[in-house]
């Protein structure tokens, strides 16, 4: 069986020697110092100045919405993880779905404008499978119009631009460490911001609103980490290079594999690096990818349509909406299996079926 994903996990011992400390110090969560030491060696790692450890990649959408004092309409995208759109939801405010461009699967950059109302006070974009949006117009969109800028870089770890993180962008920046990203705690996130009162802010939203043993700061809520996930981030930080490494060699296997399959790569950033966190591909047409996905399940292949379908016309708490490129583009795209121990055999199996269901 291939799945489309498998969290890499490290030498068991590694992890254990960690762990080892907890036992004797006896502190098991509340920012222990392997949190902290998390937050060192990733702001170390990452290159930015200021960054929390939180529990999970959707708390950190509430959290940045919350922290930056959001109530009123964000403008979204519609083709993103369900957690970009119902955390804005959560938090009580309107998502405003504005299309994404087919060549780099993105928010549109050149549409944002138009969806602009005197209640709009954000914008939240995904940078899509670890590509960057198109920041610098995003941000002189955000500058005119004064509204804040959150970015879902849930996918984006290890992402420059212009040799800068692309963590740095935006007023806040999230990051989800889950089992199934790229680098993960098993269950984490990330709050980045080039703002040290904002991140303040956050460290006080993330620990119930505490300031001191019997006061608080703002209103806040449990978004903490335990050290058993800050020790599986430690542990996996030190295999990071390793990580892209084998990933960049089964992207490039696939591609060399595929160049005659009917369909094309997302066109990523070009002052970016890869992180390659997802092989996905756009189909010429939904029959040729369902025909593909089903000739691959029988062979015990799992591939995932992701993101399918569009934000904008499946979640039961919105009005269904229509939206041209992500309506058209959405139901052709396919992810295919992507993970460590993934073997070039394996991806040769995969490109083989493909290539014979394209040619049935
Ligand atoms: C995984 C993911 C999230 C949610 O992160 P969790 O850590 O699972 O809560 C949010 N947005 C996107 C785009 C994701 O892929």
């Given at each position: 069986?291939?799945?489309?994903?498998?969290?890499?996990?490290?030498?068991?011992?590694?992890?254990?020697?960690?762990?080892?400390?907890?036992?004797?110090?006896?502190?098991?969560?509340?920012?222990?110092?392997?949190?902290?030491?998390?937050?060192?060696?990733?702001?170390?790692?990452?290159?930015?100045?200021?960054?929390?450890?939180?529990?999970?990649?959707?708390?950190?959408?509430?959290?940045?919405?919350?922290?930056?004092?959001?109530?009123?309409?964000?403008?979204?995208?519609?083709?993103?993880?369900?957690?970009?759109?119902?955390?804005?939801?959560?938090?009580?405010?309107?998502?405003?779905?504005?299309?994404?461009?087919?060549?780099?699967?993105?928010?549109?950059?050149?549409?944002?404008?138009?969806?602009?109302?005197?209640?709009?006070?954000?914008?939240?974009?995904?940078?899509v499978y670890g590509n960057p949006c198109d920041v610098e117009a995003i941000e002189k969109i955000a500058t005119k119009y004064n509204l804040k800028v959150i970015y879902d870089g849930a996918h984006a770890f290890g992402v420059r631009v212009n040799n800068k993180s692309i963590f740095?962008?935006?007023?806040?920046?999230?990051?989800?460490?889950?089992?199934?990203?790229?680098?993960?705690?098993?269950?984490?996130?990330?709050?980045?911001?080039?703002?040290?009162?904002?991140?303040?802010?956050?460290?006080?939203?993330?620990?119930?609103?505490?300031?001191?043993?019997?006061?608080?700061a703002e209103l806040g809520i449990n978004g903490k980490n335990s050290e058993f996930h800050a020790a599986m981030g430690l542990v996996n930080l030190k295999y990071i290079d390793d990580i892209y490494k084998r990933r960049k060699v089964i992207t490039e296997r696939y591609n060399e594999k595929l160049l005659n399959f009917r369909a094309y790569r997302p066109k990523w950033h070009s002052d970016a690096n890869i992180n390659y966190a997802y092989y996905p591909l756009v189909f010429e047409n939904e029959k040729l990818l369902l025909e593909v996905k089903n000739l691959l399940e029988g062979h015990e292949i799992f591939t995932r349509r992701y993101f399918y379908p569009s934000l904008a016309n499946t979640l039961p708490y919105l009005e269904p909406k229509k939206i041209e490129i992500t309506d058209k583009v959405s139901p052709t795209v396919l992810c295919l299996p992507?993970?460590?121990?993934?073997?070039?055999?394996?991806v040769d199996l995969i490109c083989r079926l493909m290539l014979r269901a394209q040619n049935n």
């Open positions: 069986m291939i799945p489309v994903t498998k969290p890499f996990l490290p030498p068991n011992d590694e992890y254990l020697k960690i762990i080892d400390g907890i036992w004797k110090r006896q502190w098991l969560t509340n920012m222990g110092p392997l949190a902290s030491e998390l937050e060192m060696s990733l702001k170390e790692y990452l290159k930015v100045n200021h960054l929390l450890f939180v529990t999970n990649g959707t708390i950190a959408l509430q959290m940045a919405i919350k922290s930056l004092n959001i109530t009123g309409e964000i403008i979204t995208t519609p083709f993103s993880f369900v957690a970009t759109t119902s955390t804005i939801v959560w938090e009580g405010c309107t998502p405003v779905f504005v299309d994404i461009d087919e060549k780099t699967l993105n928010i549109d950059a050149t549409k944002i404008e138009a969806a602009i109302t005197e209640n709009t006070q954000a914008i939240l974009a995904t940078h740095e962008y935006g007023d806040i920046s999230t990051c989800s460490l889950h089992a199934t990203k790229l680098y993960h705690s098993v269950e984490g996130g990330l709050i980045i911001t080039k703002d040290p009162d904002l991140l303040k802010k956050n460290a006080y939203i993330r620990n119930f609103g505490f300031n001191g043993p019997e006061s608080f992507l993970y460590y121990d993934l073997t070039l055999e394996e």
